[in-house]
């Protein structure tokens, strides 16, 4: 047998110090009781000394494990007092806060707490120990006796929702206590996931801010009064229950009824009672009603009714729910307003009758002037038709006499006898035309007219009388197609070149063609003397001349009036801008063959030579209607050719269409769509290079101001200084 086989290294020292001098012993007692021949004995002998010094070895071995222990043990003991000490100096330190204190730990249980906590709740305060889980706290505190829970609250319903704001990382909300004390609860949470959970007794604070509450309530009633005394109409508040809680003196005076019958929590069914007795409702089904919208106990819509209060009183009614459930009824005196209105009705019948007397009237005295009119047309044509024909004999024989004629003088006068008859000619003619057009029977044949032959067949009838004047006559035009009827628009178009050729004494004459849009613009320009402000609205007056002193055969004052009236039965808008001394400028729209390329713009010259925009094409985008209008008349005042557009989109079509740079952009920051003028300005530079830009805006922001100094663009604001715009535009 082994030494293996006798102790087992797993038992501690002490067994196995047990175990080997139980074997020593064993050994020799065995040995001094048999005597040994064979030299066993010496060989147990032997080994009982080495088993004693083995035991000698474990027992040095266990006593310097004794010695670990016994410092180990001290260290843990002189840990532990100082744990001890940190607890009761943390103790100590909570038990100072003036507030509840409690720590939970990250398994939600209970730490500590001091005396304060839970302090106000006396029937639970002594179960606050620690190892208290966080649920059972809850639970207790909702089962305590001097917690007040809100109305319609039970104890379990109160634990769950705190449980439920406990999740959050911060809770802080007021407990109302018995006697009328309220405490603050918070929670803080910890770095290790524990919870810190203080108590504050704020009813101090309630009361004051209780106080101030009820003060201010106080000095809203006191408004609510006085408002209520000075207002015209008589009103009368009711709460939930249909009881009186509010009226004001003039709902006594309006309604005749004492002040003294109202008082707070009469019934309104007591108060309709007697509004029963004393007004009369206009319609039987606003008394039945006026009651049961009273006593509707849900949300109702407002009700209006007029009654009569005797004979000569009428108020408006007019009842409004209110959110707390209750309601208002105001009344006011309307007896002044319906007088009025029957009044009114009266006159109003009066005057239709003598509207319809006199519309009968008009229509005989119109149906009167359209006979005449139609039989002046009649005679007009007719004699204008019979007076063609001599004339035209007349015309045949003068041209006969050219050849017998030798003398100067003759010769001279035969010449001034054709003019005269070829004014004659036009006269006829002119009354022909207008004629026609006042019988409102002029007919009209809408065709394709290619505006650009047209143009140049005026062009080359009038050159040689521009030569003879030593007038510059200039066409500017574009092979484009209108729809127009073709005998109208030569004839409006005739007018007009032959008026600016015959005022005009020196300088030139332009005829130029410009597309807008998906209209063309037709204008006429001259230097001539410009029209006097007092006589624009005559022009177009029959026989109405500017120089009176004129020869008949300079015209009678009848190419305005055709050209009036064939543009109003063409439905082709005119325009004339005129200054004295510089010049006049006509303007005909027509619209435009949408199957048409688009041509290219030509600038228009101004009829103010020394115009600052003279030749100046301005891109003008402005997406509010009027403001555009303005600046763009603005602009043209000072010679500007503007191209006005009302988004960033019809801006880029139209430039593409025309394909034409314009010389100045003058954009709005904010537009449609919220698309911005410093987006528009940055797309143009990129196609058309760094075109000269202004940006206008009611937007004060620095930002913006930022943004188009980086554009190098100027901004104005709105409202826009015309100077400053001047200044701009004319880089002075």
Known sequence: MTDATLIDPKDSLERQNQKLLKIVDTLMRRAEASPDTTGVAYAQFERAVMLEEEVAARTRELEHALDLLNTSNASLAQANAEAEAARANLANAIETVQEGFALFDADEKLVLCNTRFGKHMRDIHPLFKPGLPFANYVDIVSQSAFLELPDGMTANQWADQRLLRHREQHVVFNARLANDKWIQVSEHRTRD???????TD?????????????RLLDDQARLIKATLEHLDQGVGIFDREARLVGWNRRMGELLSIPLRH????LPFDTIFDQLSRKLAFLETADAEALAHWAAHDGRRAPLSFEVELGEDRILAVFAQH?????FVISFADITTERRALRATAQVNETLERHVQERTLELQDAL????RANASKSRFVAAASHDLLQPLSAAKLYMASLETDLEEPDQRERLSKASSALQSVEHILGALLDISRLDSGRAAVHDTQIPLGALLGQLHDEFAPIAREKGLRFDLRSHDVTVHSDATYLRRILQNLIANALRYTDEGRVLVAARR???????EIWDTGPGIPVEQQAKVFDEFHRVNAAASPAEGLGLGLAIVERACRLLAHPMQMQSEPGRGTRFCITLPLHTEQTAPTDIPLPTPEPTAPLAHRIVLLVENDTELRNAISMTLENWGADVLACGSDIEALDLLREIDIAPDMVLADYQLDNDATGTELIAKLRKTYGPLPACVISANRDPDLKLQCQALQAPLLHKPLDLDQLRAILTGT
């Open 262 to 265: 109202f008082h707070l929590g």
């Open 516 to 522: 807008r849009g998906d209209q063309m613009v037709v």
């Open 322 to 326: 209110m959110p707390d459930g209750g």
């Open 367 to 370: 149906a009167e002037a359209e």
């Open 193 to 199: 996931g524990g919870t810190v959970v203080l108590q």
């Open 202 to 214: 704020v009813t101090d604070m309630m009361l004051i801010e209780r106080q101030e509450r009820e």
